[in-house]
C-alpha cells in the first residue's frame, strides 16, 4: 500500500513522443495530491507509534508503582514497630478496674505484635515484586523473618539506587528487561 502510494507521489515524465504529442509539456502531480499522501502516511505512522509509546509509559509507571509500594511497605513496617504497647499503670485513667487495664494492654500488646508480622509479610511480599530490579532484595525476603531497623534504611538507599536502571530496562518495544 506505501508503495502505491510513492508510485503515484512521484513525478511521472513521459515518453518523447508523448511530450511531443501534448506539446512537449511534462507531465506532474499537483501540489495537493502530494499533500495528501505524505498525510496519510503520517497518520499510518502515529497510529503505530502512539500505542508502542503508550504501553512503554505504562511498562515504565508500572515499575516506579513497584519500587514505591516496597518503599512504602518498609515505612509501615517500621511505623508498626514503635506503637503504644498498652496504658501505663498511672498517669493515664482508665474507666475500667485493674482487670479490664491489664485485659486492655495484654489485647494492645497482642495486635500490636500481629499488625508488625502482617506488615512484615507484606513488605517481604513487595520487595518480590522487584527482586528482578533489585538482586539484593532476594537476599532481604530470605534472610530473617524480620527487617530490622538497622537494616531498612539501607534497604530503602539501595532501592532508590536500583530505580532508574529498572526504569530504563522498559525500553520502546522491548515488553521486560532485568538489571545485570
Known amino acids: 500500500m506505501i508503495t502505491t502510494m510513492w508510485a503515484a ?8 513522443t508523448d511530450s511531443a504529442a501534448d506539446g ?3 507531465f506532474t502531480l499537483g501540489d495537493g495530491i502530494v499533500t495528501a499522501i505524505i498525510s496519510a502516511a503520517v497518520a499510518i505512522i502515529i497510529a503505530v507509534l502512539t500505542p508502542a ?8 509507571d508500572a515499575v516506579h508503582a513497584k519500587f514505591d509500594a516496597a518503599t512504602a511497605a518498609l515505612l509501615i513496617v517500621q511505623a508498626k514497630r514503635h506503637v503504644p504497647n498498652g496504658l501505663p ?5 482508665y474507666p475500667g478496674n485493674g482487670d479490664q487495664r491489664s485485659d486492655y494492654n495484654r ?7 500481629t ?3 502482617e506488615a512484615t509479610g507484606s513488605a517481604k511480599a513487595a520487595l518480590a515484586e522487584i527482586a528482578q530490579y533489585v538482586p539484593q532484595a532476594r537476599h532481604w525476603v530470605t534472610l530473617t523473618w524480620e527487617i530490622t531497623e538497622d537494616d531498612e534504611q539501607a534497604m530503602r538507599d539501595t532501592i532508590e539506587q536500583a530505580r532508574p536502571a529498572a526504569v530504563k530496562t522498559e525500553r520502546f518495544l522491548r515488553t521486560r528487561g532485568t538489571v545485570k
Open 9 to 16: 507521489a512521484a513525478t511521472v515524465s513521459p515518453s518523447p
Open 24 to 26: 512537449g509539456a511534462p
Open 53 to 60: 509509546l503508550q504501553s512503554r509509559q505504562q511498562r515504565r
Open 89 to 93: 499503670e498511672s498517669g493515664l485513667s
Open 107 to 113: 489485647t494492645t500488646v497482642e495486635r500490636g505484635v
Open 115 to 117: 499488625d508488625f508480622l
